[in-house]
């Protein structure tokens, strides 16, 4: 049994149970029978079962009711079906036989029960597949129908993404709409046209009116997001109601839309709007001054051809004095095989204009519509994959079992398509090429095709230029005279209305850096910078004024007095003013644009650790250095004592032992020449100790030269007690100090003095706003943030009572807010690399400054070893030869006799330790023998 979910079952369920009531009369037991006509197998459906041929295969058609757009579409599918049943090779089984394709077409009305209604019928004909529906509404009205029936809806113009998004086609899928598809283009491209447009004439302000259907809804969602990417400002979004039209008495409700466009002054309105809302639209916006040569009136994804659209704006001068400089987005198609010889115009012209009789009654101009072709297409779609399902079986109808499942308490009978997951499996594989171009639905059901528009523009006489081809592969750009704007001109209009700007003087604080930066060397506007002037600049560029500012050398609270008093002459301060409830008594605030807590600032105190050449001797204090030098020479004493006690005649000498205590730093390969037990007892435990030593030194050398943080002295105020704190008089840090926290020692101290005041000592800490105190420890390293946030507080611009720009500038904040330009504004301004903190990354690795030392005391040593290798070498060389040679003499003796001297002194040193050591051993002979 199939499962129904979600806000579709629901629906499902309500829909069924409505039409199970009121029409089971009609179509619980049989269904009336609706005229089929014989020639092309088409039917209208009108309640009950259409009595097609018994081997026909059965197609639906769910079009919205009215409009010529519908009659047009149904003749193209109603042709696709003619040549389909034409053609001899199509709808063959394995066996050869010829089956028919045959059309159930309906209508339905907008509101729900009708759509689901008309949907029930297609489905209760037992047809494989739908064409349809044209419009998104509708779609998710015959969701859960097309379900539960499993019959695939394939839409030719429904452009909303939940129609190709797909998960499984089986009942368990976690997709509401397995069996809904759609081969026409992404909503994103009908926004990124609109995108394009406005950045061929640099616009970066639109008001948006939209038409308030699931259709203007998905695509002014998609507009709103890439607008967010191309820093364009959406002033406003006004939502029409489907019932203004051109039929609808709804002057005084069209009227009232318009006013937020009147009053932000936008120049550039963009139109997601049916095409019978236009002429309504455009009228009352004449009326409240918002057409002529100033103005930039841009309707998207028009539906009527441009022929259409030409005739539509000539039927009267007052329609062509609205729409003359309207820009036009148009979804066309490639128009393969569209020309006067093709196959479907000559087919049409036979067969189809008897179907069909354009609203001027004419076919001599006549141009197919663009849905229309795609809904051809469609028909098309589903005959191929037909083609391809009756390639493979016989004439037994094996592909085509459908199943009745009851419902609705068993009072209505639902044909369900046994084989409509394979069918569908089978459309997915399909590639169809047609007049619109290729159609193909992948498995995952993405339409695969490019989106093509025409963009046209009105010109004065009433005629409609195509004036560029955009797709979603080459996005042309406008030139900027390629639109003719009303009145005639070709002068692009600007994108705000700046004829009437209002000046405003505004108070800026002195100090109040990073927030706001003053430079005195300049002059104006150019003196002043940072994070609130660079949001001041938005909002005058949003809502259209011009300032001058002014510095304030008071205090906070008495700026925003002064913005407060009746006789003043300023409009607006600007900083971080915080709002609280005894400066709102004084003057009006406009919403919040950011949020911040107190933080406190402190002395950061010397660290105890060098840096440099030298920084390898910090791991041990010079008390240890030494300690560790008397230690391995007195090793060496012991190990020659030791030693030399127990092998008197051939022991190692001083140096040689010294050496031996040394090494063992480095290596226990010089520990072979210690013999005695006692000696190799006591180099053990040496060995322990350096071991402890080298790893002792290791770890301090890490933390060293990784652990830089520094232990700051305070983290809250309760540990600062009755030290000093510092506060600057007249804000509400001062405020919230003195009367919230109750400090006893608080001191009026300035930002820029705040430095001073805490290397002096005269306090102990400085409370500020967040981003104030971490660009002050940031410019000077000798203080540094300390402990987390405390006390949030609002920020907001202080206006003059009563003043007209409140409600501006509060849509301009929310402006600000939702296109996401505050949030970048606080990444450029307020987040920075800290110098004074070492990174992670750069203690990794040891630098040449942390042991460059080490080097020099390499180089050291090696220099004073070769200058005493070469002295010594000479001074031994004239002690042995000064009874041979005078010291008086002036010059050396002879190198070869030097040479011979040296190898002498050094054959007499061997005989010795020989003669020695064969004394020893005929001793201990001796003493054997005598035994």
Not at 762 to 781: D, G, M, T
Not at 793 to 822: C, H, Q, T, V
Request: charge should be negative; proline fraction near 3%.
């Amino acid at each position: 049994m199939m499962r129904c979910r979600g806000r579709y079952c629901s629906l499902l369920t309500s829909l069924l149970a409505a039409v199970g009531l009121l029409s089971s009369a009609v179509i619980c037991s049989v269904w009336a029978d609706n005229s089929v006509n014989e020639d092309d197998c088409f039917a209208v459906a009108s309640g009950g079962v259409a009595q097609f041929p018994q081997d026909s295969i059965r197609l639906g058609v769910l079009l919205p009711n009215g409009g010529n757009m519908g009659e047009e579409l149904e003749a193209l599918i109603r042709l696709a079906a003619w040549q389909v049943n034409n053609n001899t090779a199509m709808l063959r089984t394995k066996d050869g036989v010829k089956r028919k394709l045959c059309i159930l077409s309906i209508k339905a009305r907008l509101d729900p029960f009708s759509t689901f209604q008309a949907a029930l019928q297609i489905a209760g004909n037992r047809v494989v597949g739908v064409v349809g529906p044209m419009w998104t509404s509708i779609g998710d009205i015959v969701a859960p129908l097309a379900n539960k029936a499993k019959v695939p809806f394939i839409s030719p113009a429904a452009f909303t993404t939940a129609f190709h998004v797909t998960q499984g086609l089986g009942p368990d899928s976690s997709n509401n709409m397995p069996f809904l598809r759609r081969i026409c283009c992404d909503n994103t491209h009908t926004a990124q046209v609109i995108i394009d447009i406005m950045k061929s004439f640099r616009w970066t302000r639109v008001a948006m009116l939209v038409t308030d259907t699931d259709y203007g809804h998905s695509t002014s969602q998609q507009f709103s997001a890439l607008a967010r990417r191309n820093d364009i400002i959406i002033l406003t979004t006004v939502f029409v109601p489907p019932q203004v039209d051109e039929t609808s008495d709804s002057d005084s409700i069209t009227a009232s839309l318009l006013t937020d466009i009147v009053l932000l002054k936008t120049r550039v309105i963009v139109n997601f709007l049916w095409d019978d809302q236009m002429f309504k639209i455009l009228s009352a916006a004449n009326a409240s001054n918002l057409i002529g040569k100033d103005y930039a009136w841009i309707f998207a994804e028009l539906i009527m051809e441009r022929s259409d659209l030409q005739d539509y704006i000539a039927q009267d001068e007052s329609r062509r004095s609205l729409f003359e400089g309207v820009i036009f987005t148009h979804l066309t198609s490639s128009e393969q095989g569209v020309g006067p010889d093709s196959a479907l115009t000559k087919d049409w012209e036979a067969v189809g204009s008897q179907w069909y009789i354009p609203p001027d009654g004419s076919m001599e101009n006549f141009t197919f519509n663009t849905y229309g072709l795609l809904a051809y297409d469609v028909a098309m779609l589903y005959a191929t994959a037909l083609n391809v399902t009756l390639a493979g079986v016989m004439n037994d109808d094996a592909s085509f079992q459908f199943q009745t499942l009851p419902i609705v308490n068993g009072q209505l009978q639902l044909p369900v398509f046994s084989n409509g997951s394979d069918f569908l499996q089978v459309i997915n594989a399909t590639v169809q090429s047609g007049p619109s171009g290729n159609v193909h639905i992948d498995i995952d059901g993405k339409v695969v095709r490019k989106s093509v528009y025409s963009i046209y523009n009105a010109r004065t006489n009433g005629t409609v230029v195509d004036v560029v081809t955009w797709n979603s592969d080459v996005q042309a750009l406008l030139r900027s005279d390629s639109i003719v704007w009303h009145g005639g001109g070709r002068t692009v209009p600007d994108d705000k209305d700046t004829s009437s700007d209002q000046l405003l003087r505004i108070l800026v604080p002195r100090d109040d850096e990073p927030f706001i930066f003053y430079d005195s060397t300049k002059t104006g506007k150019a003196a002043f910078s940072g994070f609130a002037i660079d949001l001041l600049k938005y909002f005058a560029d949003d809502v259209s004024f011009t300032y001058e500012l002014h510095l304030f050398n008071g205090s906070w609270d008495d700026m925003v007095q002064t913005v407060g008093r009746p006789d003043t002459i300023y409009d607006m301060a600007i900083g971080d003013i915080t709002v609280t409830s005894y400066r709102e008594l004084v003057c009006d605030f406009t919403s919040s644009f950011f949020q911040s807590s107190y933080r406190i600032l402190v002395k950061r105190p010397d660290s105890q650790s060098s840096s440099g050449l030298w920084q390898f001797f910090d791991p041990f204090s010079l008390g240890v250095w030494l300690m560790l030098l008397a230690f391995l020479i007195f090793s060496g004493f012991m190990l020659y004592f030791l030693e030399h006690w127990h092998l008197r005649h051939v022991s190692p000498g001083l140096a040689e032992t010294i050496w031996v205590s040394f090494s063992t730093f480095y290596s226990t390969q010089k520990a072979e020449k210690i013999t005695s037990n006692y000696g190799r007892f006591y180099l053990i435990v040496a060995c322990f100790i350096v071991m402890v030593i080298n790893a002792a030194f290791t770890a301090n050398m890490t933390s060293f030269l990784l652990d830089n943080e520094i232990v700051l002295p305070y983290s809250n105020l309760q540990q600062v007690g009755d030290e000093p704190v510092g506060a600057l008089e007249g804000t509400a840090t001062w405020r919230y100090l003195k009367f919230i926290q109750h400090q006893s020692n608080l001191k009026n101290v300035s930002y820029n003095d705040a430095v001073n005041a805490l290397e002096s000592g005269s306090i102990k800490v400085f409370v500020n706003n967040e981003p104030s105190q971490k660009y002050l420890s940031l410019q000077n390293c000798s203080v540094a943030v300390s402990g987390d946030s405390f006390h949030q507080e609002k920020y907001a611009f202080a206006l003059k009572r009563s003043s007209p720009m409140r409600e501006r500038l509060n849509r301009a904040i929310l402006n600000a807010w939702d296109s996401g330009y505050i949030e970048d504004l606080y990444y450029r301004r307020f987040v920075w690399n800290d110098p004074c903190t070492t990174k992670a990354s750069d203690t990794d690795a040891l630098t040449l400054s942390n042991v460059g030392g080490l080097f020099i005391i390499v180089g050291v040593a090696a220099i004073l070893c070769l200058i005493g290798h070469f002295s010594l070498k000479r001074i031994k060389r004239r002690w042995r030869n000064f009874g041979k040679w005078s010291i008086c003499m002036d010059q050396e003796p002879p190198l070869g006799v030097m040479e011979d001297d040296d190898r002498m002194a050094g054959q007499s040193r061997l005989s010795r330790m020989r003669t020695s050591i064969e004394a020893r051993a005929l001793k201990v002979y001796s003493g054997i023998s005598g035994q």
